[in-house]
């Protein structure tokens, strides 16, 4: 049962440079979700998507571009990073019930110099 | 808007010993859901616990345990006989009961160290 899968782990990248982040999940969970992780704010909601070819915006979606074409994926993309991006991004999904918990990924750090 | 405060940035507890982490949140809302997470070191974010607003029995899963105030609106967090795989940051979150909505609206976290 593989879950939730990020890649890559760590991605180091220059600024101005488009880096996208994978995300699959094998639950065939209707939800998934898109967060930054920074000291001092906590996590905050990218983009989240209810459903294939369904996406909306979160908290702080300026410079991030998401798609999902399939249910399993959902990539985000920044399509010119920038250092302000420098932060440790999680992928989460959930099942389409109202009480479903979010289950997450292990997370990617990724460092824009 | 609601928001989620977790009170305790840092907390510490001897092994074997009972903690209690705080969480008040601010919602007009009379249907919603409560999570608390934790993220020990690996970074993984893992469910410990959740609770439904409109159930008044207290969650329970094995050693941790919550107590929801829905009129104070707390939701604390008790970690009983405390293991030193209990050290992480802990999250309390929140989410409306509304149609398509999942947001969580998360609290800053408490950082808990587990001494032997």
């Known amino acids: 049962d593989a879950g939730i899968t990020q890649s890559p782990r760590y991605k180091i990248t220059e600024t101005g440079r488009q880096v996208t982040l994978m995300c699959h999940q094998t639950w065939s969970h209707s939800y998934m979700f898109w967060y930054r992780q920074d000291l001092g704010h906590g996590?905050?909601?990218?983009?989240?998507?209810?459903?294939?070819?369904?996406?909306?915006k979160g908290e702080v979606?300026?410079?991030?571009?998401?798609s999902r074409s399939k249910t399993e994926n959902f990539p985000l993309?920044?399509?010119?990073?920038?250092?302000?991006?420098?932060?440790?991004?999680?992928?989460?999904?959930?099942e389409s019930g109202s009480q479903a918990a979010q289950h997450f990924g292990d997370g990617t750090r990724l460092s824009i110099l | 808007a609601q928001t989620v405060t977790q009170s305790q940035p840092e907390m510490s507890v001897q092994e074997a010993e009972?903690?209690?982490?705080?969480?008040?949140?601010?919602?007009?809302?009379?249907?919603?859901?409560?999570?608390w997470y934790k993220q020990p070191p690996s970074r993984q974010m893992i469910l410990v616990i959740r609770q439904e607003a409109y159930?008044?029995?207290?969650?329970?899963?094995?050693?941790?345990?919550?107590?929801?105030?829905?009129?104070?609106?707390?939701?604390?967090?008790?970690?009983?006989?405390?293991?030193?795989?209990?050290?992480a940051m802990y999250f309390c979150a929140f989410m409306k009961h509304a149609g398509n909505n999942r947001k969580l609206i998360w609290g800053l976290g408490t950082s808990l160290a587990v001494n032997p």
């Open chain 1, 43 to 56: 996590l905050r909601l990218i983009y989240y998507s209810a459903a294939a070819d369904i996406t909306d």
């Open chain 1, 61 to 66: 979606p300026d410079g991030y571009v998401v």
């Open chain 1, 77 to 94: 993309t920044l399509e010119s990073a920038t250092r302000s991006q420098t932060s440790v991004y999680f992928c989460a999904s959930s």
């Open chain 2, 18 to 35: 009972t903690v209690t982490l705080s969480c008040t949140y601010d919602t007009s809302e009379s249907n919603y859901y409560l999570f």
């Open chain 2, 55 to 87: 159930k008044q029995q207290n969650a329970t899963e094995n050693r941790f345990s919550v107590n929801f105030q829905k009129a104070a609106k707390s939701f604390s967090l008790k970690i009983s006989d405390s293991q030193l795989g209990d050290t």
